[in-house]
């Protein structure tokens, strides 16, 4: 039986990173996978998503040229060529990391791993039947989707008419109409896709906004652009059954149906915990997540837990960032992890990107703060790449020590600008130190410097 330095269960965002970083350090490393390398994130989430997206977003342009004096006829999307050159896109992603594992001297094990035991100063996990010894053992065994008690979930999950995340991703034949139950980021970005890919979607949300936390001046924006195009919203609706064409919703007290093709369940997703053996070794969970410190340690020592599966912020770069801190601690090396400047980004047309405090929790928290909103066409770049546009960029900031706490965008490149912003947010820049920084012009990037000088 082989010891190991490091022992990885999952070969995801967190667990492949992690698995780099520690070879890196000549670290002795297995990493088990029991579906693909690269997690949902590659095969089934960010990547593949994103793919889809960007032919929805070149359909728009070309559609739509007449209004920046293009025209083009016979413009449509090609839905099994979107999917074909996803697949590509997946399998080169997908190839790269096994030839960085292989390069780095990463043994990959393509089955699942459950933990089994410790004793004082080994960690043993058994896969196919073989046990394998480590002092360090990284969980990074992610998410799932939540599946909700509803009357006809399972059987419509069965027979192919209610897909998650994963089925949607591969259809290779558009429905006629989606009913997306959750108005998330992922039923939003589907909806998106499909809504430009000419599927009549409908997007039912149990709360009274869609993008969950998203600072809500921002989600009523996205909203209405997604109307504009198309999308029909039923929020403040909960889904109280699924037929075998339908799906039933109660608004108000009072039942109502709607026919659909499909159904793309989307509610959220949890931590994945099950049957991996926590309990054998004693790894505290709470709802569900293991329950970590801010250097990944989980309540067993040698035993750390990055990405999803903590449920702290499931997000890929979080997964990234949480798998570097565990690693260097491992190593002996100081490394915390903080979550006040984690950016999320929602790949729609048009992109949202946020960071920080919202309007509504430095409400709730109440922070003596300020909210301060302009118009992306503040931005010449804007006004000359987005006709009859109506972003916005909107900052939080903290009255008494000046700084930013929040930024909030809706528009295009909101995804790429985002990060300058986690940057300010992460070395708490002070608004007199932002306002020296030269932003390139013409950029929508501007906007964050033009709020700045409406404080
Ligand atoms: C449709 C969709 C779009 C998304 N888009 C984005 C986005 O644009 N940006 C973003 O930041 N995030 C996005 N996410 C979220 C992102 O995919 C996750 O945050 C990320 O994948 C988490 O990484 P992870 O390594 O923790 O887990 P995962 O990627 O879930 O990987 C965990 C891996 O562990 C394996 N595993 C589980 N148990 C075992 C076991 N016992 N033995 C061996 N292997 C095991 C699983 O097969 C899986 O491959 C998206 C998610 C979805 C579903």
Redesign the pocket.
């Known amino acids: 039986m082989e010891k190991f330095d490091l022992i990885i ?9 992690a698995a780099e970083r520690a070879a890196q350090a000549d670290m002795n490393v297995i ?20 793919a889809l997206l960007n032919s929805a977003k070149i359909y728009e342009y070309a559609a739509h040229g007449e209004k920046y004096g293009v025209t083009a006829t016979g413009v449509a999307i090609n839905h099994k060529a979107v999917i074909t050159r996803k697949n590509k896109i997946v399998k080169q992603l997908v190839s790269g990391i096994g030839m960085t594992m292989k390069k780095l001297k990463v043994t990959i ?1 393509d ?4 933990i089994t035991g410790k004793s004082a100063d080994c960690i043993t996990v058994v ?1 196919d039947g073989i046990e394998y010894k480590t002092s360090k053992l990284l969980i ?6 939540i599946m909700p008690p509803i009357p006809g979930l399972s059987e419509g999950l069965k027979n192919g008419f209610i897909l ?3 089925e ?2 591969d259809l290779d034949v558009l429905p006629e109409s989606l009913v997306i139950i959750g108005g998330g ?2 039923g939003l ?2 909806a998106s896709y499909f809504n430009s890919a000419g599927v009549k979607v409908t997007i039912i949300e149990m709360l009274n906004k869609i993008a969950g936390p998203t600072d809500a001046e921002i989600s009523d924006i996205l909203q209405k652009n997604l109307k504009k195009n198309g999308v029909d919203f039923k929020l403040s609706c909960k889904v109280t059954s699924i037929g075998k064409d339908s799906v039933t919703y109660e608004e108000n007290g009072a039942s109502s149906s709607l026919q659909t093709s499909k159904v793309l369940i ?1 509610i959220g ?1 949890k931590p ?1 915990t099950e ?3 926590l309990e054998s070794i004693g790894v505290y969970t709470e709802r569900g997540a293991i329950v970590t410190d801010d250097n990944m340690r989980t309540n067993v020592t040698g035993v750390y837990a ?5 449920g702290k ?8 960032r ?2 570097e801190v565990s690693v260097n601690h491992m190593l002996g090396k100081r490394d915390i992890m903080r979550y006040n400047a984690v950016p ?4 729609t047309n048009p992109e949202v990107a946020c960071i920080g405090e919202t309007e509504e929790s430095a409400k709730e928290k109440g922070l003596n703060f300020k909210a301060v909103t302009v118009s992306m066409r503040m931005s010449g770049r804007y006004m000359a790449e987005v006709e009859g546009g109506n972003g916005i960029a909107k900052l939080i900031v903290d009255e008494k020590y000046k700084r930013l706490i929040g930024v909030h965008l809706i528009g295009s490149y909101a995804s790429e600008i985002i990060y300058g912003a986690a940057i300010m947010l992460e070395t708490e820049m002070r608004i007199d130190d932002i306002k020296e920084v030269i932003f390139p012009h013409p950029t929508v990037s501007e906007v964050i410097r033009e709020a700045l000088f409406e404080i």
């Open positions: 269960l999952g070969g995801g965002p967190a667990g492949y990173l990493l088990f996978e029991k579906r693909a390398i690269g997690g949902v994130c590659l095969n089934e989430g960010c990547i593949p998503s994103k094990v089955k699942p791993a459950v896969s990074a065994t992610g998410s799932v989707p998650t995340n994963r949607i991703l980021v992922i970005e589907m989307s997703r994945f049957n991996i053996g990055a990405g999803d599966v903590n912020s499931m997000l890929a770069h979080t997964a990234y949480e798998s999320s980004v929602i790949y």
